[in-house]
């Protein structure tokens, strides 16, 4: 079993930066590939952004290629999101994920999920 818990949501102003974090207990996320997805209210959850278990590939949603990158520290057992730039419609609860089975961004399947942390953007 593996326990993901996410940090470093907030309230942030259009134009701005955060940082998530997942950190990962129970188990060793070195060969997982990670990923990040939202869901804004009234909206279903989507993928933001996906990593291999070494680092190697990256994936992200159109909508927030080049403004947001994700990366990962297996020795901390931990997986990041740096958003920059953010925009209003950034707004929503960030998930953490481990995928059992990943193949692009519309084709996985999850393991793991964690309890989520709110992005507000505004305007």
């Known amino acids: 079993q593996v326990q993901l818990v996410e940090s470093g949501g907030g309230l942030v102003q259009a134009g701005g930066s955060l940082r998530l974090s997942c950190a990962a207990s129970?188990?060793?996320?070195?060969?997982?590939?990670m990923g990040w997805f939202r869901q804004a209210p009234g909206k279903e959850r989507e993928f933001v952004a996906g990593?291999?278990?070494?680092?190697?590939?990256?994936y992200y949603a159109d909508s927030v290629k080049g403004r947001f990158t994700i990366s990962r520290d297996n020795a901390k057992n931990t997986v990041y999101l740096q958003m920059n730039s953010l925009k209003p419609e950034d707004t929503a609860v960030y998930y953490c994920?481990?995928?059992?089975?990943?193949?692009?961004?519309?084709?996985?399947?999850?393991?793991?999920w964690g309890q989520g942390t709110q992005v507000t953007v505004s305007s």
């Open positions: 994920a481990a995928f059992r089975r990943f193949v692009d961004i519309t084709t996985y399947v999850i393991d793991y």
């Open positions: 990593i291999s278990w070494s680092g190697g590939s990256t």
């Open positions: 129970g188990r060793t996320l070195s060969r997982y590939t």
